[in-house]
């Protein structure tokens, strides 16, 4: 903690700001005092200043290009953990010891399944429906389904709810899947690992056995890992202030998948995959990068850009890497996506727009590449995203209702509509 302080001159008044400092990063101009000591509100739209909470869990540098879970960096936990293991550190705070991990799989394992009655909602939707839409629905109406872990003031049932929400997270997604392709429902098969289980669930079909291809599992592992918090984002930031009132997690949860689904976030995998097929070939990315520079046309450069990393996305290094693996796997060699991605990449990398606007390719601009080589058709990237950061999601709501200093999120405004006026009747108006 920092005994600094900041001085801030308003109506003739000079006021002393406390300045917080955190274990790493920028400090705090602590304003919580400020409407009661200068009766004025802050205004920062997009929160592009603002610290809405104190958290331990994740870390971002975006200068530095910097990603770090409980402090351990990204790139290392990609490479050496497995995506349970990144789930218990991001809940609990530390890295398991042998027994709590097997302890910790054991019990997300055996809470994959979903009431049986769950699989009757899915009917009730248009098959054309977007799977997202799906999701919503569905990760909402847990709450009618699990009640004996709604109560958030006990512990026990906050973390019954933690394990529950990562464990039916794939298996609902996988259903989503299935129901939209027309194709029966596969049950999860707890002998396979978190990734493993989840590609089984999406392409197994009841009449062949299916065998999961290991390259293929670990690929979607390091998808989860690197999807798997992002600090305060929008999504997160939506299932705080859902929860901030007392909502239960699983209506929480629906809510940060709702605001995941915008292409500004969770859809830009969906959205930079088919901007990538419209370019279609190398020779169409200039008009494409005019395009994207003119500022009276709207398009922008999907999977390019970043409200916190002004610096290469550090899960994009590790994302192309594992896009390579998996085209190799694959024996995929001349994917005309790909190359117009590489040399999308290369151009923006070295164009002075971009240069000087910090536009670095982030997570979701190889991610797509590799979904749709793993078999997934686009509108289910956004899912399989919302699979991933449910861990994050569900570790910053728990982090929330456990921090004795938590509120009901309420911003203020800055009124710009009408001062008061009179009531017209209809006919007069
Ligand atoms: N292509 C072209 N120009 C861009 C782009 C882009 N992708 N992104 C930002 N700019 C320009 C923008 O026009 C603006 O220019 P100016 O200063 O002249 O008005 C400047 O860069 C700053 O942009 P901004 O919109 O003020 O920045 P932001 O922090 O509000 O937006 C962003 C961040 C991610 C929404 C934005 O970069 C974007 O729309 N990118 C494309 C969508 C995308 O890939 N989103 C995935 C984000 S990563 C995964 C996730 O978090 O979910």
């Avoid at 990063?25 to 200068?38: E, N, Q, R, S």
């Avoid at 798997?228 to 209506?251: I, K, M, Y």
Wanted: proline share 5%; aromatic share 10%.
């Amino acid at each position: 903690m920092s005994a600094a302080t900041a001085k801030l001159e308003f109506n003739g008044k000079t006021h002393e700001l406390k300045v917080r400092s955190g274990t790493v990063g920028p400090d705090v101009i602590d304003i919580a005092a400020l409407y009661k000591d200068t009766g004025a509100f802050t205004y920062d739209p997009g929160f592009t200043s603002t610290a809405s909470c104190e958290s331990e869990i994740t870390y971002i540098d975006g200068d530095e290009g910097v990603l770090l879970h409980r402090g351990y960096p990204i790139d290392q936990l990609a490479e050496h953990s497995d995506f349970l293991e990144v789930c218990y550190l991001l809940l609990y705070g530390e890295l398991p010891t042998k027994a709590q991990k097997d302890d910790f799989d054991y019990r997300v394992t055996r809470h994959t399944m979903v009431h049986e009655q769950m699989s009757r909602f899915f009917t009730g939707f248009r098959r054309d429906a977007h799977p997202m839409a799906v999701m919503c629905g569905v990760v909402g109406a847990l709450s009618a389904f699990y009640h004996d872990s709604t109560d958030i003031s006990d512990p026990h049932q906050r973390m019954v709810a933690s394990i529950r929400l990562i464990a039916k997270m794939p298996t609902i997604a996988a259903m989503a899947y299935k129901y939209h392709i027309g194709q029966p429902f596969i049950y999860p098969k707890n002998e396979l690992n978190f990734a493993a289980n989840f590609l089984h669930m999406c392409f197994a079909v009841p009449c062949e056995e299916y065998k999961v291809n290991p390259v293929l599992a670990r690929a979607m592992e390091r998808i989860f890992i690197l999807h798997a918090d992002h600090e305060q984002n929008a999504s997160t930031s939506t299932v705080r202030l859902a929860g901030s009132s007392g909502a239960n997690p699983f209506a929480c949860i629906a809510a940060g998948i709702a605001c995941l689904w915008g292409p500004a976030h969770g859809g830009a995998n969906e959205a930079a995959l088919n901007m990538l097929s419209e370019i279609g070939t190398v020779d169409r990315i200039p008009e494409y990068i005019a395009r994207a520079k003119d500022k009276d046309d709207p398009f922008r450069l999907m999977g390019f850009g970043h409200r916190v990393y002004k610096n290469y996305d550090p899960r994009a290094k590790i994302m192309q890497k594992t896009t390579h693996e998996v085209l190799g796997e694959l024996g995929i060699k001349d994917d005309p996506t790909l190359d117009v991605a590489i040399e999308l990449e290369r151009i923006a990398l070295t164009d002075d727009y971009f240069i000087a606007k910090k536009l670095y390719p982030n997570i979701d601009f190889y991610s797509g590449i590799t979904l749709k080589a793993l078999g997934f058709p686009t509108t289910m990237f956004t899912v399989l995203f919302a699979v991933a950061r449910t861990v994050g999601w569900i570790s910053q709501w728990k982090e929330m209702i456990e921090d004795p200093h938590q509120k009901i999120g309420r911003p203020r405004q800055l009124y710009t509509g009408p001062t008061v006026r009179d009531f017209v009747p209809i006919a007069k108006r």
